[in-house]
């Protein structure tokens, strides 16, 4: 089986290319990628090369695929697994394989043959020894690919936890019915956690969300619009902090000076975690859910607060097995959307220079179709491409319907009638 795949050698080096897939052994399955999210985790590793700690020494001679948010169909099962999986079903992955002998390894980061940027790929058996191959019964790919993203900020909310005077015990997830500030929230992993806030079991009375792009806020307050927080129980608020008057002294107020029992901080900005320290509430948790790239980053937090008002702080990166499964339910039954993550949709032969060049590219998730060439585009540009390509048009129609979001009909469209990679 040939597979066309996008694969490391080196810092810098993302390779799009042909090649041979081993058969599968009876403990292995052969599948086929129909989507894949772009994380920024992956430009992390694609800049760090082998000096990543999940990317193995030796890509140079032994190249990886790259990408870990992706969703497709099994094509053929080895013996082993017959009877747990079939040819033909959906399936998304958890690429958080947490190995008690290698921790960091993880599909998109440490394998030959199996990541998100490919067309075909070869899960190998401890995937399925883990339980992190996942069945996935929606109608579009999409979805299956930001399940990931979106376990990893319900895994953030599930991390959160709290304390009771004279007990030791931490009483673990958000403090429900109190005030929680999302900081740098409207990009797309910060949408996702507004959806998530507004919609899970346990829900804060008051959500305030921070940004300094007056325009990504408009965008989120048209996608989670302040009555359908209130419907939901929850008091939503959007706050630019550009503005001198709209720091740290106004967005306590809004609690009536109590502070923050929740505080999640998802930029790697030094300004902004200690904005966060400063909005704690007693017992207040601070939540550094974004990754720097610099491993010298750091920044001020109060021990002052740390002694006497309990405060603290704690740091996710992914989501575990469990997370993904709440996410694929809640995304099942409709009552959270990732579809609002997305801004650019794009091609496999888009994927290296998407990687690349992923900081300085404006909006939310980059969704991949692995298996048609499409240069990245944005989705509020489709109506102005539709000149040079009537496909453009077409999708453009199709996201007008849903407030200017990707979806399942697009997703079809785009698939049936997008050039073939």
């Known amino acids: ?99 008690k002998n290698d921790p960091y390894a993880s599909p998109g980061y440490s394998f030959k043959y199996i990541g998100g940027s490919a067309t075909y790929i070869v899960i190998p058996n401890v995937v399925m020894e883990l339980g992190c191959l996942l069945p996935y019964e929606g109608d579009a790919f999409f979805s299956g690919s930001l399940a990931e993203p979106m376990s990893c900020i319900v895994g953030t909310f599930h991390a959160n936890y709290h304390t009771k005077p004279g007990s030791y015990i931490h009483d673990m997830g958000i403090v429900e019915d109190g005030n929680m500030a999302i900081l740098a929230g409207v990009g797309p992993m910060g949408l996702g956690a507004i959806d998530y806030a507004i919609h899970c079991n346990r829900k804060p009375r008051l959500l305030v969300v921070t940004d300094i792009d007056e325009d990504r806020l408009k965008r989120a307050a048209s996608i989670y619009t302040t009555d359908e927080a209130k419907r939901n129980g929850v008091e939503l608020v959007y706050v630019n902090t550009s503005g001198s008057d709209k720091g740290v002294d106004h967005l306590k107020s809004l609690t009536d000076g109590k502070g923050y029992n929740d505080v999640f901080v998802f930029a790697p900005v030094k300004s902004v975690v200690e904005m966060g320290d400063k909005l704690l509430a007693y017992d207040g948790c601070l939540n550094f859910f974004a990754g720097p790239s610099n491993p010298g980053f750091s920044a001020e937090f109060n021990f002052y607060d740390v002694h006497y008002n309990a405060t603290h702080v704690v740091g996710t990166s992914g989501g575990n097995t469990g997370d993904l499964k709440e996410s694929l339910d809640m995304m099942g039954k409709g009552i959270i959307n990732p579809a609002s993550m997305i801004t650019h949709i794009g091609g496999l032969d888009s994927v290296v220079d998407t990687v690349l060049k992923l900081p300085n590219i404006p909006g939310g998730k980059k969704l991949i179709y692995t298996n048609i060439q499409m240069e990245l585009t944005a989705i509020d540009s489709l109506r102005e491409k539709e000149k040079d390509n009537p496909l453009f048009g077409r999708l453009a129609d199709i996201v007008d319907k849903t407030n200017g979001l990707w979806s399942a009909e697009a997703e079809k469209y785009l698939l049936a009638n997008a050039k073939e990679m």
């Open 1 to 99: 089986m040939k597979t066309k795949a996008v694969r490391m050698y080196g810092k810098n080096d993302l390779r799009l290319e042909e090649f041979d897939l081993p058969p599968i052994g009876e403990d292995e399955i052969l599948a086929h990628i129909i989507s894949d999210s772009i994380c920024m985790s992956s430009y992390k590793a694609a800049i760090q090369g082998a000096e990543h700690k999940r990317v193995p020494k030796d890509i140079a001679h032994n190249p990886i695929i790259i990408g870990h948010e992706f969703c497709g169909e099994i094509v053929e099962v080895g013996s082993k697994w017959k009877d747990s999986y079939r040819a033909g079903s959906k399936f998304t992955i958890q690429p958080a394989l947490n190995q």
